[in-house]
């Protein structure tokens, strides 16, 4: 079982920027995304990249302001937010995806998830 785990989430306002990052237990070298759910919503999907590559993906809601890479040597992804805005606000998950090449946004198929870390962003 993959073990990843979120940090870098925390109070922000408008305008401002945090880094998340995402740490795995072991090489998967499938794809690798961030998720974001906030109260009484469904788990949406923020960005995805391909492990080998690099290749990404990005929701048209982050666009130009978020940015997701990875760290081959450290096992880690992260996710550079700018110009955070307060709908912004959730709790974000990372996830390892089922496929290697596949970019997906469908949260069914990523087979593992971390804790979570909560961004608010304050208008």
């Known amino acids: 079982q993959v073990h990843l785990f979120e940090s870098g989430g925390g109070f922000m306002q408008a305008g401002g920027s945090l880094r998340l990052s995402c740490s795995a237990s072991?090489?998967?070298?499938?794809?690798m995304g961030w998720f974001r759910q906030s109260p009484c919503t469904e788990r949406e999907f923020v960005a995805a990249?391909?492990?080998?590559?690099?290749?990404?993906y990005y929701a048209s809601s982050v666009k130009g302001r978020f940015t997701i890479s990875r760290d081959v040597v450290k096992n880690t992804i992260y996710l550079q937010m700018n110009n955070l805005k307060p709908e912004d606000t959730a709790v974000y998950y990372c996830?390892?995806?089922?496929?290697?090449?596949?970019?997906?946004?469908?949260?069914?198929?990523?087979?593992?998830w971390g804790q979570g870390t909560q961004v608010t962003v304050s208008s």
């Open positions: 996830g390892r995806s089922r496929y290697i090449t596949n970019l997906t946004r469908t949260p069914d198929d990523y087979d593992s």
């Open positions: 990249i391909r492990w080998t590559g690099g290749i990404i």
């Open positions: 072991e090489c998967t070298f499938t794809s």
